[in-house]
């Protein structure tokens, strides 16, 4: 057992040790599912929510690891509204979500799709990606179990202790998957993510996509009008077909 716990350490922190945090019996550290538990917990009990993230991730052109920015706004109310504003130098993008239907405006265009969807958020996460090949920013957050989704093939997770994330400390927790390796810095004083890494190790240059949370707000009121989408002016509407997402870059 000692020798696989030393491997998922090396896989999960490029050889860092875990010093006195690994635990010996079981592949998970208790701490490490703890602290995601609790952070899970506050996502699901929060009847709506909504936070920042500004988003690095690696792309691999002509050999080279490019590094991209992107800011994320996510509003959500539970069971069925979602409001998303993504932001870039290349592109800006928002979702719409109103419990019967959602939209996608690409605002570089000006174009927009609307698709009829399920009566909940999960089903729409998994509608968007199966038929459209859309993505939502984040969708792990979004869903109504946080925890059920992350472990998922999980084979392994270390706790990693005390650390400062621009300022605000944290708890450092890490899991692994046969495709990824992903770590979540948890805030002490909300429970909530300040950052998360994941690296993807199956893709060419493992490339890794990293997330810095902000400006969390638990259980706001956010009116319907929130996520009703209303077209600006001189859009044109598209039609969404099935595996045609209205950007083909969509997160």
Same mark, same amino acid.
């Not at 000692?2 to 050889?15: D, F, R, T």
């Not at 208790?30 to 952070?39: G, I, M, N, Q």
């Not at 650390?163 to 890490?174: M, N, Q, S, Y």
């Not at 810095?185 to 190790?201: E, F, G, H, Q």
């Given at each position: 057992?000692?020798?696989? !716990? *030393?491997?998922?350490?090396? #896989?999960?922190?490029?050889? =860092?040790? &875990? $010093?006195?945090?690994?635990?010996?019996?079981?592949?998970?550290?208790?701490?490490?599912?703890?602290?995601?538990?609790?952070?899970?917990?506050?996502?699901?009990?929060?009847?709506? !929510? *909504?936070?920042?993230?500004? #988003?690095?991730?690696?792309? =691999?052109? &002509? $050999?080279?690891?490019?590094?991209?920015?992107?800011?994320?706004?996510?509003?959500?109310?539970?069971?069925?509204?979602?409001?998303?504003?993504?932001?870039?130098?290349?592109?800006?993008?928002?979702?719409?979500?109103?419990?019967?239907?959602?939209?996608?405006?690409?605002?570089?265009?000006?174009?927009?799709?609307?698709?009829?969807?399920?009566?909940?958020?999960?089903?729409?996460?998994?509608?968007?990606?199966?038929?459209?090949?859309?993505?939502?920013?984040?969708?792990?957050?979004?869903?109504?179990?946080?925890?059920?989704?992350?472990?998922?093939?999980?084979?392994?997770?270390?706790?990693?202790?005390?650390?400062?994330?621009?300022?605000?400390?944290?708890?450092?927790?890490?899991?692994?998957?046969?495709?990824?390796?992903?770590?979540?810095?948890?805030?002490?004083?909300?429970?909530?993510?300040?950052?998360?890494?994941?690296?993807?190790?199956?893709?060419?240059?493992?490339?890794?996509?990293?997330?810095?949370?902000?400006?969390?707000?638990?259980?706001?009121?956010?009116?319907?009008?929130?996520?009703?989408?209303?077209?600006?002016?001189?859009?044109?509407?598209?039609?969404?077909?099935?595996?045609?997402?209205?950007?083909?870059?969509?997160?």
């Amino acid at each position: 057992m000692k020798i696989k !716990l *030393s491997l998922l350490m090396a #896989v999960l922190c490029g050889g =860092v040790s &875990a $010093g006195p945090a690994l635990a010996a019996e079981n592949p998970i550290h208790p701490e490490a599912d703890r602290l995601l538990r609790e952070c899970s917990s506050k996502l699901t009990e929060a009847k709506a !929510l *909504s936070f920042k993230a500004e #988003v690095w991730e690696d792309n =691999v052109v &002509a $050999g080279h690891k490019v590094s991209t920015s992107k800011t994320v706004d996510i509003r959500l109310r539970r069971p069925d509204r979602v409001q998303i504003e993504v932001r870039s130098p290349t592109r800006s993008r928002g979702f719409w979500y109103d419990g019967k239907s959602l939209t996608l405006l690409d605002r570089m265009n000006n174009l927009y799709g609307t698709i009829q969807v399920p009566d909940n958020i999960d089903k729409v996460l998994d509608a968007a990606s199966d038929k459209y090949g859309v993505h939502f920013p984040l969708e792990d957050l979004l869903v109504s179990d946080p925890y059920k989704s992350a472990m998922q093939g999980t084979k392994g997770g270390a706790y990693f202790g005390k650390v400062d994330v621009l300022g605000t400390p944290c708890r450092h927790i890490a899991f692994s998957t046969d495709a990824v390796d992903w770590q979540l810095w948890i805030a002490d004083s909300t429970s909530l993510p300040r950052k998360l890494v994941i690296t993807y190790k199956k893709e060419p240059a493992q490339p890794q996509v990293t997330a810095i949370f902000t400006d969390w707000e638990l259980n706001s009121r956010l009116p319907d009008d929130t996520f009703v989408f209303s077209a600006p002016h001189g859009a044109n509407r598209i039609e969404m077909l099935p595996g045609k997402p209205i950007d083909p870059n969509a997160e």
